[in-house]
């Protein structure tokens, strides 16, 4: 199936590179990238043009998104069609998903679940969609009462779209809404499919989408014909009185939305839910509709929480390096805080890489000891010098580095922390022979305990969604990563608000569109102690700051976890780093336990552990030893009980 993505622009600069990125990662490759000015004034056209070949770009001077969707049409040459927001965002296997809801549903329309997409400090976060829910309605009486999806997760046959009779320019507000219910009227299937999402940007600050003139006397009118555009369809069809509750509720919350803003809209919207005031039987129905809908979601979410996937979608053969290639900048961003003597161990193993063309940025978290001396007497130009004049913590330093950052590629190191000979260059190597699609590169570790080293090995590449909402797969090895600078501009950079595992939650942000890798073998030395005061001196190994960083990082990605089937592996691990530990609290880890057998109970490794939390302290304290040594031995995804990736 051939598929064009039409994607209308008005002044979108700021996203519209993001937008284009997002298309070109997928899975499966649209047939074509359509971009249509709509007379921007900004760089948005020359943004379209540098992708080259890979977008043609047209113009519609009429304004209007849907004049430029129709422009967009009428030059394309696909089998069905994405009319995606220049703003927006595709996970990256929407086209794969709902191109193969088409090709088995050829007169169909496909869609995908959605999220919101905010920008909260310095992170984009994805959040929950923010419409009515389905309550076991068909399509057109949920729609009506406040369900949708937004363009960027609806795919459209040609068939359907022609049936709908396309885009009304007349539509100001709702135009995407008046599109999908004229074809669900004429009869159009509407499909939905489970394992893809997209992502509808919220804009941040002052700038206003046009679903944000809803509430404006014009927005309010334009609603107002859609609905009564529909309600007159319905007639023609005979099923007006099928519609009746569906459309009262659509004219009473019109109404009152209207309510001191517009008059007139008030009064027509009042008049429509009079005219279709619901029936006894008519709520009966809806009452019974949504109780089917409650029984069915439940079994969805058992269904879910047994099929945790990871999508393999990189390959493991790579026949170019480096050495043909026009080597990229890297930039290696090194924060730091009153650490010279390790800082400076950390620096030599940088500068003494393989690999030609980099720059590293020292970022000084506001150190009390004379680090800018120090990297002076370097006198290396590769290095630069930053300084934090208040003390921020690593999650600013890095970001004021990434700032700061001129290469292609990103690279972390902690001051604590060394490069092993040849890291950058097997690195780039591997990233070079990727595509972008592949946003985030690590390699094995060796961690440098106080009694001696232990060698980690990664296991996880490819789509990792799933896996990372209830494990950092790449564990102990931050400053292992290597990040493709464009990334950051997707995701943001490191939550400045988060007091540990800011590494984590960053990780969970990239592998929502971007696939990882890795280079196997151990290229870093990462010291897990830092003397004898380190549980108190480095606040990730504080057991009560993790933990602490381990609840904020559930509030902010437990619904997606939820959504994932993975919350109770996640409630599961903290249970097991309480009951573990010497320092951790058995009444804690019970209520992970519950809240894990709660959201999983046929999991059996959940009343095991829940067992184990029961007995004594004198025998859990015997026992625990040989449990952990036991697990350990054990691969993750075997004893969480998941295809962990």
């Known amino acids: 199936m051939r598929i064009s993505v039409i994607i209308p622009v008005f002044n979108a600069d700021a996203f519209l590179a993001q937008t284009i990125r997002s298309v070109l990662n997928q899975t499966a490759a649209a047939a074509e990238i359509l971009v249509v000015d709509n007379g921007s004034t900004d760089d948005s056209v020359a943004i379209a043009q540098s992708f080259g070949d890979a977008v043609r770009v047209l113009h519609e001077k009429t304004p209007g998104a849907s004049r430029a969707r129709l422009a967009g049409v009428a030059q394309a040459k696909g089998d069905a069609f994405m009319f995606l927001d220049a703003d927006d965002l595709l996970g990256p296997t929407v086209l794969q998903e709902l191109g193969g809801v088409l090709r088995d549903n050829p007169e169909a329309i496909a869609c995908c679940p959605w999220r919101r997409y905010e920008r909260i400090g310095s992170a984009w976060r994805a959040k929950p969609a923010s419409c009515a829910p389905r309550r076991g309605q068909d399509p057109l009486s949920a729609w009506l009462t406040g369900w949708y999806h937004p363009p960027c997760s609806v795919l459209w046959s040609q068939h359907a779209y022609r049936q709908s009779g396309g885009w009304n320019p007349e539509v100001s507000v709702d135009d995407d809404g008046d599109l999908m219910m004229r074809a669900l009227v004429a009869g159009i299937a509407l499909i939905e499919a489970a394992d893809a999402t997209a992502y ?101 979410a058992r269904q879910s929480s047994q099929h945790i996937t990871s999508v393999p979608r990189v390959s493991e053969d790579c026949d170019r390096s480096s050495e043909a290639e026009a080597l990229p900048l890297i930039s290696v961003i090194i924060p730091t805080f009153n650490r010279v003597d390790l800082l400076s161990a950390a620096l030599d193993s940088v500068l003494t890489q393989d690999y030609p063309s980099f720059e590293v940025l020292i970022v000084d978290d506001a150190s009390t000891e004379d680090v800018e001396g120090a990297v002076a007497r370097r006198g290396d130009r590769r290095v630069r010098y930053l300084r934090q004049e208040v003390n921020k913590g690593v999650a600013a330093a890095r970001n004021r580095g990434i700032s700061e950052a001129r290469g292609s590629l990103i690279a972390f190191l902690d001051s604590d922390d060394l490069w092993l000979a040849g890291k950058l260059r097997k690195q780039v190597d591997l990233a070079l022979c990727r595509p972008d699609r592949v946003g985030l590169f690590y390699t094995g570790a060796i961690l440098r305990w106080d009694g001696g080293d232990e060698e980690w090995t990664p ?26 600078k464009q990334v950051f501009q997707t995701v943001g950079t490191f939550d400045e608000a988060l007091l ?146």
């Open 459 to 484: 296991h996880a590449r490819g789509g990792q969604m799933a896996a990372m909402l209830h494990d950092n797969v790449i564990h102990f090895a931050t400053s292992s990563t290597l990040v493709r």
């Open 200 to 300: 509808y940007r919220r804009l941040p600050g002052d700038a206003v989408s046009l679903s944000g003139h809803r509430l404006t006397p014009d927005g309010l009118r334009s609603r107002l014909s859609v609905i009564a555009g529909i309600e007159d369809a319905l007639h023609k069809d005979g099923r007006a009185g099928h519609y009746r509750l569906p459309l009262y509720k659509a004219y009473r919350a019109l109404a009152d939305e209207a309510q001191d803003r517009a008059e007139t809209v008030q009064i027509s919207a009042r008049t429509g839910a009079r005219r279709n005031r619901p029936t006894r039987a008519d709520r009966m129905k809806a009452r019974l509709q949504h109780a089917r809908s409650i029984a069915t979601s439940a079994v969805k």
């Open 500 to 645: 540990a595992n800011e590494d984590h939650d960053l990780w969970v942000r990239i592998a929502t569109f971007y696939d990882i890798d890795f280079v196997a073998e151990p290229l870093i030395v990462s010291r897990q102690t830092t003397g004898n005061n380190a549980e108190q001196t480095r606040r990730s190994r504080n057991f009560d700051a993790n933990m602490a960083a381990r609840l904020a990082f559930l509030d902010l990605h437990g619904w997606e976890a939820r959504a994932h089937g993975v919350k109770h592996l996640y409630h599961l691990d903290c249970a097991r780093r309480h009951l573990e530990s010497p320092v951790g609290n058995v009444r804690a880890a019970r209520i992970h336990l519950a809240k894990a057998i709660a959201a999983h109970p046929s999991e059996p490794r959940l009343a095991a552990w829940l067992a184990f939390s029961l007995l004594p302290n004198a025998v859990q304290s015997r026992i625990a030893p040989t449990v952990k040594r036991l697990r350990t031995m054990i691969p993750a995804k075997l004893w969480l009980g998941a295809r962990a990736g």
